[in-house]
């Protein structure tokens, strides 16, 4: 209620009020008749079994490897998701759920044979529109990548960087 919009910005009053919220619980916590001043012991030090020494994961992916990857995780799901939208405008949208997982490598158990089959088509157009579904996405992901980046002429750059955050496995 307190907070003006002529007098600075809601988030500057937010971090004012975080401020003085933890000053005021600090100054709380030192005071004498609340046991300021005092050592503070652990109840669960005496009942805690576990080592005192924490060891990282061997097989755990290092924090800057898992944003990476989660980052290039984001990317091909937001082109996936704006490549699905394309052909749900363009009607064409069966086409796009038959051919997908071409783009996504779920086609351990799919042929395209199978694929013409189902979209009446032959396999030699299969081939194509999978080959026109693959280069639209790679044009989506660069779009994306771009959209991230003040300078266009480090898209290539970014790109490399995404297919190895997806590549290493630590």
Not at 31 to 48: C, I, V
Not at 103 to 121: F, I, P, R, V, W
Not at 151 to 163: A, N, S
Request: with cysteine; glycine share 4%; proline share 2%.
């Amino acid at each position: 209620d307190n907070a003006d919009r002529q007098r600075g910005r809601f988030r500057s009053y937010l971090l004012g009020a975080v401020k003085h919220f933890l000053s005021d619980a600090r100054d709380r916590d030192k005071r004498l008749k609340r046991g300021g001043g005092q050592q503070m012991q652990s109840l669960d030090a005496a009942t805690d079994t576990s080592t005192s020494v924490q060891l990282p994961d061997a097989n755990c992916a290092a924090p800057d490897h898992e944003f990476d990857r989660r980052w290039a995780l984001t990317v091909l799901e937001r082109a996936l998701r704006s490549l699905e939208q394309e052909h749900s405008c363009a009607d064409t949208e069966k086409l796009f759920q038959v051919l997908k997982p071409w783009l996504t490598g779920d086609t351990e158990n799919l042929s395209q044979a199978g694929a013409a089959t189902e979209l009446s088509m032959n396999e030699a157009a299969v081939k194509v529109a999978i080959h026109r579904l693959r280069r639209r996405f790679r044009e989506i992901i660069k779009r994306e990548i771009a959209e991230t980046l003040n300078d266009p002429t480090q898209v290539e750059e970014e790109l490399r960087h995404l297919i190895s955050a997806l590549g290493s496995k630590s």
